[in-house]
């Protein structure tokens, strides 16, 4: 993916987890909201009981509820209150019903009532309910910020995880194209080199060389045939959508000979197929019959392209415990072992090929084959041959021996 595109999706994403956490935002907030409004209105109606029941049963001032103070006038108009400070005359005045006003700093919430003995006004100190609300509102601060805080790290991990597959896509695009770019520059290049040269063969009027032309124009064709299927054998296995055919792996290792040894015979090399199974033992696997005979073939292309004339590449076929194992080894140059972490890298070339004759694939080569061993649950490896060379393991997971007998 380039950087413009990352940068498009980022910027998505993080759009995305911005409104969505503005919008967690806001509910929270009206949730708070709402039930510190709740609060307050019981509050205020546990407030307002509490005056009417002290009003309506009060009978002197001398002993108000805790937090409470009483004033009365009875009848004759003889006046009490139940704490020297307050302001008689004022309270008295007052029209019945409930009041707030403040004395000597302190607010409070009062009531008057017109009873048949006289008017009674019953304060209450809110300090206490206000303290209250305080902290109920410190409380929610804390739990509306730490709401706020998870909710937008959980929206933005779980946005990081929505534009996942759409990075991965994105990423998929990306390097199909440029597989594409970078392995079809060559057979095009050769294709137009020889179409420039069969056409002045045919204005020199020389009919040999021109179909010797064209033989070597199939030839290519074929080849950029071969590139397509690498690379679309590597877009599918990367998405891992591989079928879940049955494989015997033998016989796909001997099908794989009888395509390619004359084209290996042709430089030189020998071709052969070795049994290493024990009775029994089955080779079975589950996956694509195609994309693994790709990778096989492509194991003996490198092979054959590290090979001297009359040496010998060796497919052999065997199980080691319940995997099932195809090496390709050849006794030719070898790997270097300074390339052996970079060598199933994209593009990764070699620096010891020995350049045999005859057409050579094109192709993603080594990091296909690992791309196709991954997708079938596999491993792909590769050691020195003793005595010279180079060995390729690919081990991929055995069909169950139960699931066979059952079929």
Do not use: W
């Amino acid at each position: 993916m380039s950087d413009g595109d990352l940068t498009v999706v980022r910027r998505a994403g993080r759009v995305a987890a911005l409104q969505a956490s503005l919008a967690l935002t806001l509910v929270l907030l009206i949730v708070g909201a709402a039930v510190f409004f709740v609060d307050a209105r019981v509050q205020s109606q546990q407030i307002t009981s509490q005056l009417s029941n002290v009003a309506a049963t009060a009978d002197d001032a001398t002993d108000p509820p805790t937090g409470m103070m009483l004033v009365l006038r009875d009848r004759t108009g003889k006046e009490e209150a139940s704490s020297d400070g307050l302001p008689v005359a004022e309270l008295l005045a007052r029209p019945p019903g409930a009041f707030d006003t403040e004395i000597g700093g302190t607010r409070y919430r009062g009531l008057v009532a017109d009873r048949p003995e006289g008017r009674v006004v019953a304060l209450i100190d809110l300090r206490p309910y206000e303290a209250s609300r305080s902290r109920l509102l410190l409380s929610l601060a804390i739990a509306e910020l730490a709401g706020i805080a998870v909710s937008v790290a959980v929206v933005v991990l779980l946005t990081r995880r929505s534009i996942r597959p759409l990075t991965e896509a994105l990423a998929l695009q990306r390097r199909f194209v440029a597989d594409a770019s970078h392995e079809l520059r060559a057979p095009l290049t050769v294709l137009h080199t020889r179409v420039q040269m069969l056409a002045r063969q045919f204005d020199d009027g020389d009919a040999h060389a021109a179909k010797d032309q064209i033989e070597a124009l199939a030839s290519d064709t074929r080849a950029l045939g071969a590139v397509i299927e690498d690379l679309l054998a590597s877009a599918s296995m990367t998405v891992g959508a591989a079928p879940r055919d049955r494989i015997d792996l033998a016989g796909l290792a001997d099908a794989v000979h009888a395509s390619m040894a004359q084209h290996v015979e042709a430089a030189g090399v020998r071709l052969v197929v070795e049994d290493g199974t024990d009775d029994g033992q089955s080779c079975v696997v589950l996956g694509s019959t195609s994309a693994l005979r790709r990778a096989i073939s492509a194991l003996v292309d490198n092979a054959l392209a590290h090979q001297h004339p009359g040496g010998t590449i060796t497919l052999r076929v065997g199980r080691h415990g319940d995997r099932a194992v195809i090496d390709v080894q050849d006794d030719g140059v070898g790997v270097d072992r300074a390339a052996m972490d970079t060598l199933f890298d994209r593009f990764s070339h070699g620096h010891a090929h020995t350049m045999t004759g005859g057409p050579r694939r094109y192709g993603i080569g080594l990091a296909l084959v690992r791309e196709i061993a991954h997708a079938h649950r596999g491993e792909i490896s590769v050691a020195q041959t003793p005595g010279g060379g180079a060995t390729f393991t690919l081990s991929i997971p055995a069909a169950d021996i139960r699931s066979e007998r059952g079929q």
